[in-house]
Structures are given as C-alpha cells and as structure tokens.
C-alpha cells in the first residue's frame, strides 16, 4: 500500500461538458493542490481557474505549464491529440517530464482515421462491420461496390467531421449520391477525401471505456447515449441529448464477451504495433442479439457519456491518472458505485441546425439533487448565458433507473433561458 500523497497542480484542456464532469471529480482529489481549465466554461470555475488558452495553442498552452507548475495535463477533446500534443511535448526538453494523459499522434489515429482504426481492428481479429475504403482515385470502384452491398449502408469520413460524418443510406441511389458529394464535393472538407463504406449493423449501441497506461487498464463504467434531437430517437443526429450509466442490458456475461474478445486484443494491439498510449479509449459497440461489434474508437471520454459515468467513479480520479503517468495503473485501486447515473441535455433552440447564443440562464442554484454540468456556457456582466448548442448536461445519480429518469429530467425542467429544449424519454426505452 502506498502511504505517501503527491500533491500537484493540474490543467484540463477543453471547454465542454465532458471538461466540467473532469473538473468535478478531480477537484475532489485530496492529491490536488490547483486545478486550472483552459479555455473552461462558465461553470468550471467552481472547481478551478478558468484560462483563456485555445486547444490547439501548444506553445501557449506549454509556457501557462511551466510558468504554474503544472505535472499533469488532461486533455479532453480529440482535436489537440490528434494534432499530436502530447508528441509536442515529448520533443521539447523542458516539458516532457510533464505528464499528458492522452494518446500520442499515432495512437489518436484510431479516432483521427476511421480507415487506420479498421485496418487496426482487422489487423488484431477484432469483431467489427466488414467495411472497404474509397478516395478520388477509385470512386468509381466505390460505386460499382455499393451495388453489390446490402441495404442500409454506411458511410464514413474517414477524418474528423465534428461528429457529422456517418451517413446511413437506405437507398441505392442516395448511397451513390452521398458517396460523391463526400469524395468529389468534399461534403466535410478534407475529411471526408477518404470514405469507408461499412456493414450496417442491427442491435443496440452502448459505450464502453477505458483508461490504459498503455500495459494494464482499468475497464470504467458503460454509458449509453442519445444521438437523436427528437423524442423517440427521431430527428437529426447532435452531439448527444443524454446517457445513462450503468447500461442494463450490458450484464455481466455480455461485458466478459466485450473485455475477452474487444478490450484484451485492443491493448495487446497497440503494443505489437508499437503505438504507445497513455489515457482513455472510448469504444462504441453494437449489441447485436446478444454479441459485441466495434463501431467506433475515439481517443478520450464521450460527451455526454462522462457526466454520467465520472460521478460513478468512487475512487481518486486523479491517483489512477497518476498510475497512466507512472505507468503502474495496475497497482491503483478502483470502485464503483452500484447506483444509476442519468445525464439529461439542455440544449439551444433550433440545434443541431442554426441557434442563438447568449441567452441568460437562470435558475441553476435552485437544482438540489443532480449536479449541473455546464456545457456551451460563458459569463458575461456577472451573468451566465449560452454559447453554444449545448448548452448543460443534468446528471442524477439514485438507486435504481427509473428514480434517476425522473429525477434528473425534473430538474432539467427548473432551469430558465430562452429556447431551452431537451428530450423527456432519455433512458425510457430500457425501462
């Protein structure tokens, strides 16, 4: 058992909901001593001091760490890894003993390519949709290719697309359609140069996550989330309207299958590979009857997905970051709480498509029994008013589902700005 506490000032990198959850847990750490958020949000600044540093400003971002002593950095969004980060510090000598809990450039790939993550999962046997990739050059094989595949297809932008670039084709002809505007009309720029045409899957999504020190790992709790703006998942895809956590389908012997076949031959992949990686995988499955499929590999926690997932964790945040740092994660202790966490999202009216920002906000303090994630928020004149399309993330946590759903979407309903919207069946499909 280790006796000694190493204290240390933290950054946070980020702005969103995903960025206040961390901020919250970490400001619990009896290992803090200051905790600063760049850029932060309107309510991170209960947990720590906000600083107006872009994610992608590496040198600013370098010079705020070594001017406050700063021994770990966590860095929320994919954007700054894979952008390579962490590799900027590991190459200027006088801050690569600061810890970067994050992958490097290559191991980001795995969100930052989705062609680079097929090849990985293929590579290590991996279950996932059987899937072929296209660019300028073969676009008309990738035509012919759609023509010999079952429907529903999907596409994918092989880059970063915001969250926008996955297209479900029920049609022959708008498969077609969509395959030239991503590849000839770059429908999402540069990122979608590139498409991987994928195996629809039929079953249900869930979210599994861990944190790897790049030998062992810690499995954190599942999480489903709501992708859709409209009651009943209809309506167009957003950032997320909402998760719970635990996931109840995902019982015991469904999350052995997910750890046996998924998690194992991920770790042991990216060792014989030779990609080193430090922090969290977040690993978007299909539950198809009964059988685990990977969809995706993001690089860092999902959002809204950690606001319900971080308020789970009963241990020390930051003493299992510290064992990513260290390298002996093994060794740290990890517990989580039996209960349910629901997460409800207040959004801006009229997203995902256009919406106003600056709305004042009113009424949070009066939120007793959930905790309120600030999201897209900032302080003007004394006040907090929207900046963003979503806008605060909800989060319950209570013994059982159904007291958490209601729970936190009562409290959903307390808080005051103009255009407020956000869904009322969050989590009642698994009721």
């Known amino acids: 058992m280790r006796l000694y506490i190493c204290i240390m000032n933290i950054l946070i990198v980020g702005s969103g909901g995903r960025e206040s959850a961390f901020a919250y847990k970490i400001a619990q750490s009896p290992k803090l001593t200051n905790l600063f958020i760049a850029p932060g949000n309107a309510g991170t600044g209960q947990y720590g001091k906000n600083i107006d540093l872009k994610v992608t400003d590496f040198e600013g971002i370098a010079t705020f760490a070594l001017e406050n002593k700063i021994e770990l950095i966590l860095v929320g969004p994919e954007e700054p890894l894979v952008k390579g980060i962490h590799d900027y510090f590991l190459n200027r000598e006088d801050i690569k003993h600061i810890a970067v809990i994050g992958p490097q450039q290559l191991g980001a790939q795995l969100e930052g390519s989705k062609d680079f993550s097929k090849e990985f999962m293929f590579r290590h046997n ?6 072929k990739s296209f660019n300028q050059s073969n676009l008309e094989e990738g035509l012919a290719y759609l023509e010999t595949q079952k429907l529903p297809i999907v596409l994918k932008a092989d880059g970063l697309a915001a969250g926008k670039g996955v297209l479900i084709c029920e049609t022959l002809e708008d498969a077609k359609a969509e395959l030239k505007a991503m590849i000839a009309d770059a429908k999402f720029g540069a990122a979608s140069s590139v ?16 944190l790897t020190d790049g030998e062992s790992y810690k499995v954190l709790p599942s999480a489903k989330d709501y992708k859709r703006i409209g009651e009943g998942d209809t309506g ?46 977040f690993i978007g499955l299909m539950n198809v009857d009964g059988e685990p499929f990977v969809i995706e590999y993001n690089v860092r926690m999902g959002d809204p997905e950690t606001e319900s997932v971080l308020p789970r964790i009963e241990s020390d945040l930051v003493d299992l970051l510290e064992g990513v740092a260290k390298g002996d ?37 009066n939120v007793k029994e959930s905790i309120v994630f600030h999201a897209g928020t900032k302080e003007v004149n004394g006040e907090v008013v929207t900046a963003g399309g979503r806008v605060l993330a909800v989060t319950t946590l209570q013994d059982d589902l159904f007291t958490a759903l209601q729970q936190a979407t009562a409290d959903a309903g307390r808080i005051f700005y103009q255009g407020k919207y956000f869904r009322t069946d969050i989590g009642f499909d698994l009721i």
């Not at 920002?357 to 009424?363: A, T």
């Open 195 to 210: 498409v991987v045409i994928e195996e629809f899957l039929k079953g249900i999504e869930l979210s599994v996550f861990v």
């Open 126 to 131: 991996i279950p996932t949709a059987a899937y």
């Open 329 to 365: 994660l093994a060794n740290r202790s990890y517990t989580v709480s039996p209960k349910t966490a629901v997460t409800v999202m207040l959004v801006s009216g009229g997203y995902p498509g256009d919406y106003e920002s600056g709305k004042v906000i009113s009424n949070i303090e």
């Open 236 to 281: 167009l895809n957003t950032g997320g309207m909402g998760s719970i956590s635990p996931v109840p389908f995902a019982n015991e012997e469904f999350l052995t299958k997910v750890e046996d076949r998924i998690i194992k031959p991920t770790i042991d992949g990216l060792k014989k590979d030779n990609i080193p990686y430090k922090g969290f995988i």
